[in-house]
């Protein structure tokens, strides 16, 4: 499928993707900013779940359970994203999933993780774009300043 400018995915399509993939970034909430965390996850129906170990990712969660979590892929010429917004929060053991290596909640991290969260999406959006489009143009000339809103 050729896509020449961005294409807007449909909820089903973004759980496909989400399905395809197994690390991906949550984002958290703090006084101080905001914060990215990688994390090996799974799709879960309707929601996604990761494991953590106690420490600054389920501190934040437990100051502010808005998070968002984001994928991206490709597939041959075309790269996507897909943005989940949503609630997280602490669950007491891994719900019925897919019974496949694929669908094993294992993570890439050294250490034991203790605990599971689980993100309950409010939102879900992806975008599908084509690569092969130009992508010199947007830096040919002289470079924009850029000026931090007032």
């Known amino acids: 499928m050729n896509h020449t400018q961005d294409d807007v995915l449909d909820t089903a399509e973004c759980w496909r993707l989400l399905g395809t993939e197994t690390m991906g970034r949550l984002a958290t909430a703090t006084d101080r900013g905001v914060r990215i965390w990688p994390v090996n996850y799974r799709s879960r129906g309707d929601s996604l779940i ?3 170990d106690p420490g600054s990712k389920v501190w934040d969660i437990a100051a502010n359970a808005r998070v968002s979590f984001e994928i991206d892929g490709e597939d041959g010429d075309e790269r996507w994203s897909v943005v989940v917004t949503g609630r997280a929060e602490v669950i007491d053991r891994d719900e019925p999933g897919p019974q496949t290596p694929h ?9 034991r993780k203790r605990l599971m969260i689980r993100i309950s999406p409010t939102t879900v959006s992806g975008r599908r774009f084509n690569s092969t489009t130009e992508r010199s143009s947007i830096w040919s000339g002289r470079p924009i300043a850029w000026r931090s809103p007032s």
């Open 103 to 111: 669908g094993e909640l294992v993570t890439e991290a050294p250490g």
């Open 50 to 52: 990761f494991r953590s």
